[in-house]
């Protein structure tokens, strides 16, 4: 047992221990930090990128950096007037932004054809359905060509623009 011991204790002086010992610290206070992150990111909030004409003109055709929160969505707080990223229910890939026009049971009417003012249709939102459109009706791919989605399609609902800095703050 003694020699056991001895054994022990001529390890201990080593620096390689200590420095071993001081880099697992970090490692750890690293995997926190990213375990932080992830939780944020997913749960709570996120900064998106987003571009693209549908949105004209409340977001920029060349881009607005966006705060958006995930826990509207989660609860089932987000609502009609609502600007909302989505994920597209034509590409899983791709997250799209878009305004609430109509809840579950709600009768939205629409132009099929709002360049040549071609007849409209009316369809029932379903239930945990909504139906989202783009503020620019003539360049947006929306609820008007893949209808309903989801609600768990839903990704977070967007409190501020951060950039530009000349709109920064909450979208109208």
């Known amino acids: 047992m003694n020699a056991l011991r001895n054994f022990a204790c001529r390890f201990r002086n080593i620096p390689h221990i200590a420095n071993a010992k001081e880099a697992m610290g970090k ?31 409340t977001l920029n055709l060349t881009g607005d950096i966006l705060f958006v929160e995930r826990i509207s969505s989660r609860f089932g707080l987000a609502d009609i007037g609502d600007v909302v990223l989505a994920r597209s229910p034509q590409n899983p890939k791709r997250l799209v932004t878009k305004r609430i026009t109509a809840m579950e049971g709600d009768t939205v009417t629409f132009a099929t054809d709002p360049m040549n003012g071609g007849g409209s249709r009316s369809v029932v939102v379903p239930k945990g359905h909504v139906w989202i459109q783009g503020d620019n009706v003539l360049q947006s791919n929306d609820s008007r060509h893949f209808g309903a989605i989801p609600y768990g399609l839903l990704q977070g609902k967007v409190v501020c623009r951060i950039w530009p800095l000349d709109g920064f703050g909450s979208l109208p």
């Open 27 to 57: 490692v750890l206070l690293f995997v926190k930090f990213g375990c932080f992150l992830h939780i944020t990111n997913n749960y709570l909030g996120t900064i998106a990128l987003v571009y693209g004409p549908s949105m004209l003109p």
